[in-house]
């Protein structure tokens, strides 16, 4: 049998997602069900001194009406940061209280303060306006470099300052500093972004009052967790009276990591109420109360000899959090962030020091990529500019600069497994005729146009991750994965998964692994996921792990069954488990060539015993029938994806355009399970990444009004803003998990910002420009171009 | 969206006289309906033209190309006559929005809309258009009064939008890269007696640069307008563009419209 791992495999689960017989959330509808409708801070920053909610409950089909008041009454607890992360100082980050309805303060705009549930849509809407705040406005904090010199928007957190964390040795850099030829620097806005997942949030409950539980369907990436979140700090229930269910989800890119409001409310609501909730986000709620991602302020420096080998290097980032810290919150800018801000070289001396601080905006949290593309800009854009200040062709400087022996012990954290990073960027270049560059410059500048080539070489720690090694880091749990395998009394399998597709394709690619590992065909495999009432535990998909953690519990469940498989069929064979292969499906006696399939042997675990013969178990002493078997995986170690991405852009200097001509992909994934899976997911991440580069920016004015809250200010990238993507492979095996798979989700959306903006630097030579490269950004830098050239001539 | 009466006259003077101080016409929604939906705008009579045979089509004589009120955006764009006689509009009509708005947009709802950084308001600019209500003829240059104006008077309906065919002609379009609208868009229209350069999206509402329009007439080339400043001082500024960068895009899209020509 062909082996499936590895084959271009189409994704089971599009039939149903591309014929509109998906099932999500807004789908599901409970018999007598309500409606939501919150009421929102319009103001960035407030004290909240009065909400009355008297005309709203007089209001027709108004079941009821809560506030801040009666959940803080319930004490049902408020939202959490994951990860505690300590200070250079040693002292605890500080973290202000996030109770899902604003009592006494707003933060931001788009903070929930009420909520009105109803009999219809319209009447909770119409509700929720007669709702009556009376607020007092204060001045808000709004601008990440600002925050530390502004008032204090939490009570007891000086400078706005959640944490001045540092990673790394001062003093070895200053030394380093001190040995260099030259030293280069970059200061660097990365752009706040909002995820934009196509499905917006939504949730509904359903408590069954007499069993009193709860039923939350909602728009999770990791139902279980959230479980545990709400259980556990939310109080809203114990885990055992509370299902969570995330059917199909449409796209997360970190935005459904987080237990929401919403959630909570919904949930303590529905008990209280005693009536089924569904509530849905308008497009805008999204916009305003999704957590966003990025939103740096970062100066790097990188001490280089004249021959242009790194000494040293130095980042210091304020990281904006936004109004709260949240569940990678916290850990985005400093663990994801800082370790990788190396990038792929061998540099013996760095530091990353981050000071995360809290404004009056929406939260920030991971978003595609989370930490790792704004590491891999900070460090691309310096290597860059270094290759461009010292006279060395850009992709000379980083083969000198490449480790060339693996395990990599990188500078700051982790140790790289695997990787060959000079092949890569050797096979990129031949793949974007890097070599020709030149001639197309020339030919765009006949026609009056500037063309620039750029290049980024990445390395990432995703396939999150070892528990022991996340929670000495200060995560708040583990992050093992987990599966269970059920084989059927007739032969068919269920692959139960912790891990959560919206988007990701595990339908397939799950299924190719199980049916390799069984040797039975994928029909007859059905991956299941999203429910904590199936399956066993789970962490759920982010940072590019359901492959690397959640599909190696996969691979060892099916081992065990396979391993049980043998006892019984040596037992139905009558030889000793040693004298049997298992291959393509079927337990094979080597000698003898006698032989039983694994569903023969699956038929008798179920059925162990017959009416009409003498009684004779199959299953040998003390085993017990039936053939389920679960697995918890978790890694020794992160997985390093790795690879080099070159773009050609094409720029008008009379309109300030960007057009981008040309873009190549090398990547590194390890071991690819499914070749149209990983190529769909690389497609996406770039043009995430292009997204940032080019299009992308979330702007708050300086009251804190967010004013790209619609798709008619907030630039999403288009398919028309694309080239054809040029992608190629390399392969090295991670040796951290039995598949040799190493994580790819994220890939695109990190290596491509800085391959983007490092090829429009180069076409406006050399001049610095910030995220996103806008149209007036870049005709600007040319008018500026045109003078010095002018000058120059 | 609060409720209303939805009305679906047969006729133009059925529709007019269902007109009201709390009412509106309806015809493809691409503002109508976002706006109230939004909450932005409410009415108690909604009257929907969209069945009124009489307002949709498109003709062509010898001087002009008159096409009905509710003819769509796509009608516009795959009309062969109109590509013929005027193909800078169709290539117009072709590039608003997106499949599905052109799909439903109509050239009435849009002019009638007037919206600053629509398109159709500089074809009628520069095309000397001549708008078709059910009461009278207004010149295009006495139609458009201001951000979201026009000379309409309540229950005034049009009916049809009549362009005058030009010698030459082209639209440029900077668009809004979020909602695709125009930045900076320019009609520029080469007629027998004169160049009329209309440019929408720059200002509260669509104008004919009388400058590049006078210098363009006495020399039809690009190098008549190169190296002119433009005034920024009343240009639209926002996120996407500044006023300084509104006036530079004029200059610039007017010389490529000329070149195109």
Same mark, same amino acid.
Not at chain 1, 728 to 742: D, E, M, Q, R
């Given at each position: ?86 200070? !250079? ?29 109803? !009999? ?46 540092? %990673? ?19 200061? %660097? ?24 539980? @709860? ?35 449409? *796209? ?35 916009? %305003? ?16 000899? #004249? ?35 190396? *990038? ?35 460090? !691309?854009? %310096? ?8 006279? @060395? ?111 990701? &394709? ?115 002493? *003390? ?30 200097? !009379? ?24 190529? &769909? ?15 992308? #920016? ?62 429009? @630097? ?32 | ?152 008077? /309540? ?34 229209? /080469?007629?027998? /007696? ?19 329009? /006078? ?47």
């Amino acid at each position: 049998m062909a082996s499936l791992v590895g084959s271009r495999v189409e994704r089971k689960e599009d039939k149903r997602l591309l014929t509109g017989k998906g099932r999500y959330t807004a789908d599901i509808n409970i018999a007598n069900q309500t409606y939501a409708a919150f009421v929102r801070s319009p103001h960035a920053r407030a004290k909240i001194k009065k909400v009355d909610t008297s005309k709203a409950l007089k209001a027709s089909g108004v079941v009821s009406v809560l506030t801040g008041e009666e959940i803080a009454t319930d004490k049902i607890g408020g939202l959490i940061a994951g990860w505690a992360i300590r200070s !250079e100082d040693g002292s605890e980050m500080k973290v202000p209280a996030n109770p899902p309805l604003a009592k006494d303060n707003a933060n931001f705009v788009g903070e929930p303060i009420a909520v009105v549930f109803a !009999e219809t849509l319209d009447e909770a809407r119409a509700a929720a306006d007669l709702v009556s705040v009376d607020y007092k406005v204060l001045k808000g904090v709004i601008n990440t470099g600002d925050a530390m010199k502004s008032e204090a928007i939490h009570d007891g957190i000086d400078k706005n300052l959640c944490y001045d964390w540092l %990673l790394g040795d001062r003093k070895a850099v200053e030394e380093a500093f001190a040995k260099a030829d030259k030293i280069i620097k970059v200061d %660097l806005i990365n752009n706040r972004l909002v995820p934009n997942a196509m499905e917006p949030r939504a949730c509904v409950v359903d408590y069954n009052t007499a069993s009193e539980e @709860i039923t939350l369907y909602t728009t999770s990436q990791n139902p279980h967790l959230s479980r545990l979140i709400m259980s556990a700090f939310g109080g809203v229930a114990p885990e055992n009276k509370l299902r969570v269910v995330a059917p199909d989800v449409g *796209g997360g890119f970190g935005s459904k990591i987080n237990v929401y409001n919403e959630e909570i409310i919904c949930s303590w609501a529905s008990k209280k109420i005693e009536r089924p909730i569904k509530w849905i986000a308008e497009r805008t709620e999204s916009f %305003l109360t999704d957590t966003h991602g990025r939103d740096h302020v970062t100066h790097a420096e990188l001490a280089v000899t #004249n021959d242009g080998k790194f000494l040293g290097f130095k980042n210091e980032t304020i990281a904006n959090l936004g109004a709260y810290a949240r569940v990678f919150g916290t850990v985005t800018p400093t663990y994801l962030f800082g370790p990788c801000a190396t *990038g792929v070289y061998t540099i013996p001396a760095a530091y990353s020091n981050v000071k995360a601080v809290y404004t009056n905006t929406a939260p920030v949290d991971a978003y595609r990529g989370a930490g790792r593309p704004e590491a891999t800009y900070t460090i !691309e854009r %310096l290597v860059e500019k270094a290759a461009m200040e010292l006279g @060395i062709d850009r992709t000379e400087i980083r083969m000198k600069n490449f480790p060339t022996e693996f395990p990599f012990k990188q500078t700051l954290v982790h140790t790289v497994d695997s990787g060959d990073y000079v092949s890569g960027l050797k096979k990129a270049k031949e793949m974007a005729d890097y070599d020709g560059f030149e001639a197309r410059r020339k030919k765009s500048e006949s026609n009056g146009k500037l063309r620039g080539i750029g290049v980024s070489s990445y390395f990432e720690a995703c396939g999150i991750a070892p528990s022991a090694v996340v929670m000495s880091l200060g995560c708040g749990v583990g992050l093992w994965e987990s599966s269970e395998v059920r084989f059927n009394p007739t032969g068919q399998v269920s692959v139960f998964t912790g891990a959560h597709s919206h988007g990701q &394709g595990h339908d397939t690619t799950f299924a190719q692994i199980a049916a390799d590992e069984l040797g039975v065909p994928l029909e007859t495999i059905d991956v299941v996921h999203g429910d904590t009432d199936k399956g066993t535990f789970g962490m759920g998909t982010y940072g590019s792990r359901s492959l690397a953690v959640g599909g190696i519990a996969i691979v060892n469940a099916c081992k065990k069954i396979v391993a049980k498989g043998k006892r019984v069929a040596a037992k139905m064979l009558e030889v000793n488990e040693d004298e049997i292969d298992f291959k393509d499906g079927e337990f094979v006696v080597t000698k003898s060539n006698k032989k039983k399939t694994i569903g023969e042997v699956a038929f008798a675990c179920y059925l162990p015993g017959s009416r009409d013969s003498e009684f004779k178990s199959p299953l040998p002493e *003390g085993e017990e029938p039936g053939l389920i078997e679960t697995s918890f995986f978790d890694p020794a170690n992160f997985s390093f994806p790795a690879g080099s991405h070159i773009a050609e852009v094409e720029i008008d200097p !009379e309109t300030g355009e960007v057009k981008v001509e040309k873009y190549t992909a090398v990547d590194d994934f390890g071991r690819i399970v499914n070749p149209l899976v990983v190529e &769909g997911q690389v497609h996406g991440g770039i043009a995430q990444g292009i997204g940032q580069a080019l299009h992308e #920016n979330t702007e708050y004015d300086e009251t804190g009004q967010l004013i790209t809250a619609s798709y008619m200010d907030y630039t999403m990238p288009r398919a028309d803003n694309f080239p054809e993507f040029n992608l190629g492979f390399t392969c090295t095996h991670a040796t951290s998990n039995p598949l040799g798979v190493k994580g790819c989700g994220e890939a695109g959306a990190i290596a491509s910002p800085p391959t983007i903006m490092n090829a429009v @630097i180069d076409a406006l030579g050399g001049q610095e420009i910030s995220m996103p490269a806008t149209a007036e950004k870049v005709w600007r830098a040319c008018k500026l171009l045109k003078k010095t050239n002018s000058k120059a001539a | 969206m609060k409720t209303f009466n939805y009305h679906t006259p047969k006729d133009v003077k059925e529709a007019s006289k269902l007109a009201s101080s709390s009412s509106a016409f309806l015809a493809g929604g691409m503002t109508s309906v976002p706006s109230m939906k939004l909450g932005l705008a409410t009415y108690k009579d909604i009257i929907d033209i969209k069945h009124i045979k009489k307002l949709s089509g498109i003709k062509v004589s010898g001087k002009s190309v008159t096409i009905g009120a509710t003819t769509k955006h796509v009608d516009v764009a795959t009309s062969k006559e109109v590509k013929k006689a005027i193909p800078s509009l169709a290539k117009l009509a072709g590039g608003i929005g997106d499949a599905q708005v052109r799909n439903r947009g109509t050239v009435g709802g849009s002019i009638a809309n007037n919206d600053p950084s629509a398109c159709y308001p500089s074809a009628c600019m520069a095309l000397n258009a001549i708008i078709h209500t059910n009461n009278r003829k207004i010149e295009a240059s006495k139609f458009f009064k201001g951000m979201f104006e026009t000379a309409l008077k /309540k229950g005034e309906l049009i009916e049809a939008v009549e362009f005058q065919i030009p010698e030459k002609s082209n639209y440029q379009k900077h668009p809004n890269p979020a909602s695709r609208y125009a930045i900076v868009g320019v009609y520029l229209a /080469k007629h027998k /007696k004169e160049v009329n350069v209309a440019v929408t999206g720059a200002k509260s509402s669509v104008y004919i640069d009388k400058d590049l329009s /006078k210098k363009l007439s006495s020399s039809f080339s690009s190098s008549a307008i190169d190296g002119i400043e433009l005034d920024s001082s009343e240009m639209n500024s926002d996120i996407h563009a500044s006023g300084e960068f509104r006036a530079s895009l004029v200059l610039t899209y007017a010389k490529k419209a000329v070149e195109a020509c």
